[in-house]
């Protein structure tokens, strides 16, 4: 009897998922593929590579939290990040945008979100690994990472 309750929670929460990624990134509806199946895992795909596009998404995803009673029972949305978005997470950068970090330290306390920065971007941007907060992971190449976790059955949304 308790699956029932959870089933439509988990369910609740990826559909909120889609549309606030949908919403955020300004893809259209005929743009979507529409998988057979609900997928337990969603990769977040970043296209203006900017800090406002990430902060729509961990506001409507902390908005997606709020909602629920309690934490999430899905996977963490990823979020591969290898373009200038990577800027808002420098320490240096982190007093004009305190509000975007810690929203986003907050959604990765919670298993909401898991953000990975491209390792090539960062040599290219002459950002070292201390330079962002230790909540964010790194991977030797975003694009790369991307496939390896759509092979693994996440799905672009």
């Given at each position: 009897m308790a699956a029932a309750p959870l089933f439509q929670c988990k369910s609740r929460f990826l559909a909120a998922c889609v549309l606030a990624a949908v919403t955020a990134s300004g893809v259209f509806a005929d743009d979507l593929y529409t998988p057979t199946h609900s997928p337990d895992r969603y990769i977040g795909q970043i296209q203006a590579h900017s800090s406002d596009e990430?902060?729509?998404?961990?506001?409507?995803?902390?908005?997606?939290?709020?909602?629920?009673?309690?934490?999430p029972v899905s996977q963490p949305l990823a979020l591969v990040l290898h373009g200038d978005e990577v800027?808002?997470?420098?320490?240096?950068n982190y007093a004009q945008n305190r509000e975007l970090v810690d929203l986003a330290a907050r959604l990765d306390a919670f298993n909401a979100i898991d953000i990975q920065v491209c390792e090539t971007w960062m040599r290219g941007a002459s950002v070292h690994?201390?330079?962002?907060?230790?909540?964010?992971?790194?991977?030797p190449y975003g694009p790369?990472?991307?496939?390896?976790l759509l092979d693994e059955g996440y799905e672009y949304f």
């Open positions: 990430v902060s729509d998404i961990l506001h409507r995803l902390e908005g997606l939290l709020d909602s629920e009673s309690d934490y800027n808002a997470f420098l320490r240096q690994r201390d330079d962002l907060p230790a909540f964010v992971d790194t991977v790369t990472r991307e496939q390896e």
